[in-house]
């Protein structure tokens, strides 16, 4: 029972188990199916404890690695495949120099993680909050990160350790409301999750809104799923998630069911399987099935998952990506942002023709560093 638990099961499972009796699959249809790739990181250079100098090795690997890797392929609008790090204000600043200039040399963008608590003798409560996401839009913006052509302020979110809106106990976020200062703030959609814990919401593989409850935790354990023609105005803010579901890994000779969650790192590799996995999970808007969304996740910081990120074991995904499913037939494949995949999302839901390529900067145009 602990090992169910420990996994968060009880959370999801129920809900998957449902989800596959009466599944979505993808239309079947002579246009092709259009696949937009996302790969978020929770950037945290200093992981670990580490300190200065092996945190600044950590990011040169990223500034020499990532273009050296990226620029061997290209999707079917010729782009590289694109990285948003999101990196989280505590840690110190010096480093999102480098960033900026991968995102500036069109390798992706950069987004806000943040880590906050409600323990003594610094506790969070929404002012605090409030106060903290301030400070990190200020103090980024002096990059040009968050900061749009017209001088407003936009992100996307990951909180850290999975506990949104205080889904993980006062100990690691302690603020119910934060979906809605989150919305005051300028956040545009949150990719914290999937998750394999308590913080794991019932609504799995789906995009949807929800809406704060500013008395009570997790206020997005259930919503409305973004639907093509139908814009909800009683809604705070869109959640996209990636896969989460179970699948056959194999051990030897035998195949044994695993717990899929769309992430990479050193202890659950990229594989073809799970690549046909995700796409096959068909995270979709509503009334709009051949534009389907992969969002994936890694910890990009500690070297011990650089392979995974730009080193070899990300050089076959890529070409796998590439090979099965950039065909221009059946498959259309395009590597995006955090901002253009809700920027895409957007143009499904309003009902826009054409390709997804079109709708990369269609309501949050680039960040003025890009």
Known sequence: ??????????????HYLWQQLFKKR??????????MFCFVDHFEPFHGGVDFKTAKQRVQAWVKGYP?????????????????????PHLNHIFLKDLVGLCNSNYGEIEMHLHHNHMEPFPDTSETLRAKIKKCIDDYSKYGIFCLPDGTKRFAFIHGDWSLDNSGGPKICGVNDEILILKEMGCFADFTFPSVNKCQAKMINTIYYCKDDPKLPKSYDSGVPV???????DVDLMMITGPIGIRLKRKGKLLWPA???GSFGYQNKPTPQRVDTWIKTNIHVNGRPEWVFVKIHCHGGPEINHDVAFGEQAKDIYKYLLNK?????????????????YNIIKAAESGCQGTPNDFRNYLIPKYIYR
């Open 26 to 35: 993808a239309r079947k249809t002579k246009k092709p199916l259009h696949i």
């Open 259 to 261: 717990i899929e969650s």
């Open 227 to 233: 639907t093509v023609g139908n814009i909800p105005l």
């Open 68 to 88: 050296a890797m990226a620029e061997k392929y290209r999707d079917a609008d010729g782009k590289p495949p694109q990285h948003t790090w999101f990196y989280p």
């Open 1 to 14: 029972m602990s090992k169910f638990t420990d996994k968060g099961l009880q959370y999801w499972l129920p």
């Open 325 to 341: 499913y950039n065909d221009g037939v059946n498959y259309i494949l395009h590597f995006v942002t955090s901002r253009e995949m």
